[in-house]
């Protein structure tokens, strides 16, 4: 009697059991359904929005002549950027790119609770930055990302000509404090810094309104293409082995984290690349104002604006 009770006892556990199972597995199955709907409602909603700022970005290039012209600079300074005597003259620009990704170093040790010590530019457009403390993966990391981010933000800030003399004079005015602090490594490293700070704030207080406007679209596109190709050569160099005999920043923070540099460098690039192509877009993506009339029921849409570039 006791066999027959205990048998029900494990037939009735084992219906339970399954009927426990199989609604988990009900459930299992909503919940995956629900989530693989909301990453397709994500995805499409993403795929949507890359469509709209691509046909903006194509709008931009075929109707903004302010746009045109920093595309046209861009390409210019590609061609040049290593050609023998026409690449000397982008050498005050290369170093005011390095200046600035240093100054990104010393920026995040300072926001990371570090101390700097001292900035250091080279002739052969390198550069280091020495500092005490602060949290080091993301000093090192400060660089280059930072760099395509000061580029991002000058096109971002140089969308009319009324700004680029302000623009141009509080950068001049914020890098000369940068030269007095922390300027360092020898006699050229000081002067180039100096000089380089000294002549944004000559050119914000003497030059004309369309000057600073297109000396500010320079220092964008220079700031923009150096840090992509200092990016580029980070990912060369990591996926080639290249033996340098200062390690880069990337390997720098391949140390720390254990992540292999060359992955750092995409994830840089990435980055790099998508805060150029919103800020570029962002700034000079087509306005569309619609207004009703009071005196009728229709709507009127205006046409986008298109300003150039001495307006």
């Not at 005015?173 to 490293?189: D, K, M, N």
């Amino acid at each position: 009697m006791k066999d027959i009770k205990k048998e029900a006892k494990d037939k009735v556990k084992d219906k339970v059991s399954e009927k426990v199972k199989e609604m988990a597995a009900s459930q299992a199955a909503l919940v995956k359904g629900a989530a693989s709907a909301q990453v397709a409602k994500v995805g499409d909603a993403a795929a949507s929005h890359a469509r709209l700022v691509l046909s903006d970005l194509w709008y931009i290039i075929k109707s903004d002549r302010k746009a045109q012209l920093m595309l046209v600079l861009l390409i210019v300074a590609m061609i040049c950027w290593d050609m023998p005597y026409i690449s000397t003259v982008l050498y005050p620009f290369k170093l005011f790119v390095t200046m600035i990704h240093e100054s990104c170093h010393a920026l995040a040790a300072r926001l990371t609770g570090g101390t700097v010590s001292e900035i250091l530019i080279s002739p052969d457009e390198s550069g280091l930055t020495y500092t005490k403390g602060g949290i080091f993966p993301l000093i090192a990391s400060a660089g280059y990302p930072g760099a395509a981010f000061f580029g991002a933000l000058l096109i971002w800030l140089g969308r009319t000509p009324k700004e680029a003399r302000f623009v141009l004079n509080s950068l001049g005015t914020a890098l000369l404090a940068v030269t007095i602090f922390y300027a360092g490594g020898g006699i050229f490293s000081f002067i180039a810094m100096l000089a380089i700070s000294g002549v944004l704030i000559l050119i914000s207080r003497k030059a004309s309104e369309k000057v600073c406007h297109l000396f500010l679209m320079m220092l964008a596109v220079m700031t923009t293409l150096q840090s992509l190709q200092s990016i580029q050569t980070i990912f060369l160099a990591s996926a080639l082995n290249w033996k340098l005999d200062v390690p880069n920043d990337a390997e720098l923070v391949a140390h720390e984290i254990g992540i292999p540099a060359i992955a750092i460098a995409i994830f840089w690039g990435m980055i790099s690349i998508s805060a150029l192509l919103f800020s570029f877009w962002i700034s000079y993506r087509p306005k569309k104002d619609s207004a009703v009339s009071p005196n009728s029921s229709s709507a009127v849409t205006a046409s986008p604006e298109i300003s150039d570039i001495g307006s």
